[in-house]
């Protein structure tokens, strides 16, 4: 049930070939599927098997994946753990908000941070903001911070022949939350543009959080019936909606940069986006992606009736979005790059495939 970055995780284990002379990718879970509360006795276990791993001799680096909030403190304990054992560290961050944590937390526990940062080996960052952020607020050296751009791979589910007698599949995918501009978007659709198009399209809200919330709003606004809440979606689910999709719509406040834009790329689906985070560094209006402001109902609304009456223009996003799929991300150019960072950070060659490096 967890976001982009558990998917990350999962992607890059699928995407492991046997003999390939990379470093064997283990799963290390410090959470749990529960409440964040209840990780402790998780994140023991998860310590446990580090130690174990580095007396073993295995164990040649550890790759964390980190967010904000729990999560960071949860892997900073794993980080100072690991240098303590000799062991070094990728850092992997793919929080989006983190310069906002960091900056309300009081003076001790930013020291702490810019001190769990400082013990990686190397930083690993989603884009140039970040990696400013991490340079000039954490204090790591440039030469410790690196940016490398998400992959996620090829959907096998067969992508929806687009019918032009038939309605405009409009999607949101994500968590049901205010950061995700779920209430501008349910404005937007209640707009009298899209109302005066009602028999023309079909919108599918998936994800978790507050649903009911979401539903009582869309009633509220008076949002037209054809629009579904369907809930959270596994990765099966996701890519079987991603592939039925005309349009996929993310009016988000902040970001990094979100697998299911890239999830939506793969497949030749038009994108309607905010400008925040690393989505501007790699995504041009107008080639592959359409962007909105944040907060910006009206022009949720416009873009919509612009790609429903405006066919050759979606099709230039469908193209330009795959086309940039296949040459930035794709899984194959992502593993890759996580792979040599392996190499050059964890210290082995081909001839040590056999070992093992944990995730």
Known sequence: MGGGMYKV???????????AG?????VLDTRGGGRAIFSPPILILAMFKVLFGRLSGRLVGLHVNMAERLSLFRKGALILLARALGLPVVLHLHAAQLHHFYRGLPGPLQWLVRWIFASASLVVVLGEQARRFVIEELGVPASQVEILINGVPGSKEPRRAFDPNGPFNILFLGNLMERKGVSDLLKALASPEMKARQSKWHARLAGGGDVEHYR???????????????????QAKAAKLIAHADVLILPSYDEGL????????AKGVAVIATPVGEIPAVLTHGVDNWFVQPGDVQGIANAFCTLMDNPPLRITLETGGADIYTRK??????????????????GFC????????TS
């Open 9 to 19: 995780v999962d992607y890059l284990i699928q995407a492991q070939t046997e003999g």
């Open 329 to 346: 991300f794709s899984m194959d150019v992502f593993f890759r790059n996580v792979a040599r960072i392996h190499q050059e950070r964890f």
């Open 216 to 234: 009582a709003l869309a009633r509220t606004l008076g949002v037209p019936d054809n629009t579904e809440f369907v809930g959270w979606a596994d």
């Open 350 to 357: 081909a001839s040590q495939s056999d070992r093992q490096q």
């Open 258 to 265: 979100p697998l299911v834009i890239l999830e939506a790329l």
């Open 22 to 26: 990379t470093a064997d990718l283990r």
